[in-house]
Each structure stands twice: as structure tokens, then as C-alpha cells.
């Protein structure tokens, strides 16, 4: 049965849309265990800093997707835990000082609000990407009569898959950050989205801020799978053991991150200027709500992707465009060795499952 894995991604034992959800909601979960410490005490040094972009809203990140959260007032009277005090000289300071003076629990802080969307939206992306990278494959491997993969097949199925679950993701996304900012129930949020969507279209109400986030996570995803599938190929590790889908899901991620980079610095200022200028004018109630809701419309246009590299760049220079490269390649490099190495584990323990099943129904075969 070894000789079955010398041909990748053999039909016969390709794993279901369902294994494949599987195994990358199991990755999003070990994901967001392992990283989100280390965006929460990214957080906390920037607080205590005062580098925090603004004093009204922040971006999240637990290692599967970016959140912007809005900084509420806590209804307990407690202090939120992105503004505790905290004397921290450094990362590994930080993580001692919370651990011993808040718990252990502290370093997850925010972590279940946000994997309401990060694993739906994780799992659909790697389930896309498998369903449109294999099936894009068999047709090419018809029309050319060859099933090596090409190169471009990992770029293009990538790119797609995240389109797609960005664009699924992203209203949500919106209903999941107004519920938060304003305190809403579910049974609330139906009304206030109704709102919303008066004042600024249904399109451009629900997907405000796609395009930003499509032009950072499209060229990242199809840069990522496009390097991590290249390792594969030249160290002939089509069936890869942990170690290898950990360490090339590294490398392709420090890769990808250092060329969206750009992107990144843009996507995260639109972000914090969407959180203030959207979340906050909802906070506002009665009369003076609806009519701040119409002076929405009326107010200057947000900075194009384009104006704010250029302005970046005549103020800063490249080192402006590449601001935050290394703590980013710090943040995503461990995050997709992650993810991509227990995805492709729990690929290869439904392949060998699979094949088990092919073998053992060919034997009850012959033997009738």
C-alpha cells in the first residue's frame, strides 16, 4: 500500500470536502491556541506605549484572521484586559508579569469572540483551495495527458479560494463587530443592519473595507501556496511528514508576508479609520443618530490604497512602505507553519484512512 503515496493526490483516495474540514478545523484551533498570546502581548506593550493606532479601536489577530475590536467600556466597571496596567520591559517580561498576576488564562484574552468567524472563514479557505487546486489539476491533467502539478495551479487556486471567503466572511464579519461596539443581541443587530444599509447601499454597506482586504490576502495566499507547494516539489515531499510542512509552510509564509507587507500597512490604517469613522458614529442614539447617519454620506472619501502609499512613500520612503515587516513575518511565519502542518497531518491520516477502506472493499471484492 506504500506505492499508493509515489502518485499525489490519487483519486481513489482524495479526501472528502467533510475530512477536509476536519483537518483544517483542526488546524485553526491549534492555530489560535499557539498565537494569540503573542498578538495579546503585542497589544498590551503597545498600550502601555501608547503606540496603539488609536485610543478607540484595535486589530485582533489569533493567527487565523484580523479583527478590528473596538475599545467598549466595560460593563462590570472592570478595566478591559488591552488596557490593564502593567510595567513590561519586553515580550518575555510580559508574558511572565500576566501570567503570574492575571493567570495564565489572560494570555487568551479576546480569543472566543473572534473564533466565531476564524475558524468558518479558515475552514472554508482550505476547503476551497483543496476543491479548486484538485479539481483544476484532473483538468488540466486530461486536456495535457500528465498529472504533474504545474506551478501555476497553487497561485491560482490560492488567490480563489480567498476571494471567496473573504467575500463570504466580510458582512459578517461587520455584524459581528457592531454587535460588540454597540452591545447588541442577535435579535438587535437585524435592525441596526437594516440601518446601516439605508445610509450606504447594500454592497457597499455590507463588503466596506473588501476591497483593501482582497488586495492584501489575495497576492499573500497566492504567494503562500505557490512557494509552500514549490517546497513540496523540489524535495519530492508530495505525502510531507510534520517537520517539512512545518518548517516550508514557515518559509512560504515569511515570503508571502514580506511581499503584502505594503498592503498590510495600508489594509491595518483603512481598518482603524473605518472602526472610527463607522462603529462609533452607531454608538451615537435617537434623533442625533439619524442624522449623523445622513451626514455619513456628505463626509470626505476615504483615502484611496494608492494615495496612502504615496503619501507613506514621500514622507517615509521604503522604509515607510515596509513598516512592521519583522514583527508581521514574526506573527504570520509561526501561524501558517501551524496551520499548514496540521492540515496537511490530518490530510495524510484520512489519505492513509482512505486507503485502508479502498483496500479492505477490493478484498471483500475477491473474496465473493
Known amino acids: 500500500m506504500s506505492s499508493v503515496y509515489h502518485e499525489p493526490d490519487d483519486p481513489r483516495f482524495r479526501i472528502t470536502p467533510f475530512q477536509q474540514m476536519a483537518a483544517s478545523c483542526t488546524g485553526a484551533l491549534c492555530t489560535s491556541l499557539l498565537v494569540t498570546p503573542l498578538d495579546v502581548v503585542k497589544i498590551r506593550l503597545q498600550a502601555q506605549q501608547k503606540a496603539l493606532l488609536s485610543n478607540k479601536c484595535f486589530v485582533y489577530c489569533n493567527g487565523l484572521m484580523d479583527h478590528l475590536c473596538p475599545c467598549v467600556t466595560s460593563s462590570s466597571g472592570q478595566t478591559n484586559w488591552y488596557h490593564r496596567n502593567g510595567q513590561f520591559s519586553g515580550t518575555i517580561d510580559a508574558f511572565v508579569k500576566i501570567s503570574r498576576a492575571e493567570g495564565v488564562n489572560s494570555l487568551w484574552s479576546g480569543l472566543g469572540p473572534t473564533l466565531v468567524l476564524a475558524i468558518p472563514a479558515t475552514v472554508l479557505y482550505f476547503v476551497a483551495y483543496e476543491q479548486i487546486r484538485t479539481r483544476v489539476k484532473d483538468f488540466h491533467s486530461k486536456q495535457v495527458g500528465k498529472t504533474d502539478q504545474p506551478f501555476w495551479i497553487p497561485l491560482f487556486a490560492g488567490a480563489s479560494a480567498r476571494v471567496v471567503s473573504a467575500s463570504v466572511v466580510s458582512p459578517l464579519e461587520l455584524i459581528r463587530t457592531k454587535m460588540q461596539s454597540q452591545k447588541l443581541t442577535y435579535f438587535e443587530v437585524g435592525g441596526a443592519l437594516r440601518s446601516h444599509i439605508q445610509?450606504?447601499?447594500?454592497?457597499?454597506?455590507?463588503?466596506?473595507?473588501?476591497?483593501?482586504?482582497?488586495?492584501?490576502?489575495?497576492?499573500?495566499?497566492?504567494?503562500?501556496?505557490l512557494n509552500y507547494e514549490g517546497l513540496k516539489s523540489a524535495f519530492n515531499q508530495q505525502t510531507p511528514t510534520f517537520g517539512f510542512s512545518f518548517g516550508a509552510g514557515a518559509i512560504a509564509g515569511s515570503i508571502a508576508a514580506v511581499c503584502t507587507t505594503p498592503f498590510d500597512v495600508v489594509k491595518t490604517h483603512q481598518q482603524i479609520e473605518l472602526g472610527e469613522k463607522e462603529l462609533y458614529a452607531d454608538l451615537e442614539t435617537g434623533s442625533k443618530k439619524i442624522a449623523n447617519e445622513k451626514n455619513l454620506q456628505e463626509k470626505p472619501i476615504r483615502k484611496t490604497t494608492h494615495s496612502i502609499l504615496r503619501q507613506i512613500w514621500q514622507q517615509n520612503g521604503i522604509s515607510g512602505i515596509f513598516t512592521g515587516v519583522v514583527p508581521r513575518?514574526?506573527?504570520?511565519?509561526?501561524?501558517?507553519?501551524?496551520?499548514?502542518?496540521?492540515?496537511?497531518?490530518?490530510?495524510?491520516?484520512?489519505?492513509?484512512?482512505?486507503?485502508?477502506?479502498?483496500?479492505?472493499?477490493?478484498?471483500?471484492?475477491?473474496?465473493?
Open 199 to 225: 445610509v450606504h447601499g447594500l454592497i457597499p454597506g455590507l463588503w466596506k473595507g473588501l476591497g483593501s482586504t482582497l488586495l492584501r490576502d489575495v497576492p499573500f495566499s497566492g504567494i503562500y501556496w
Open 329 to 368: 513575518v514574526a506573527k504570520v511565519a509561526p501561524a501558517c507553519a501551524i496551520m499548514v502542518a496540521t492540515f496537511e497531518y490530518g490530510k495524510g491520516f484520512f489519505e492513509r484512512y482512505n486507503a485502508e477502506e479502498y483496500y479492505r472493499k477490493q478484498r471483500s471484492v475477491q473474496l465473493e
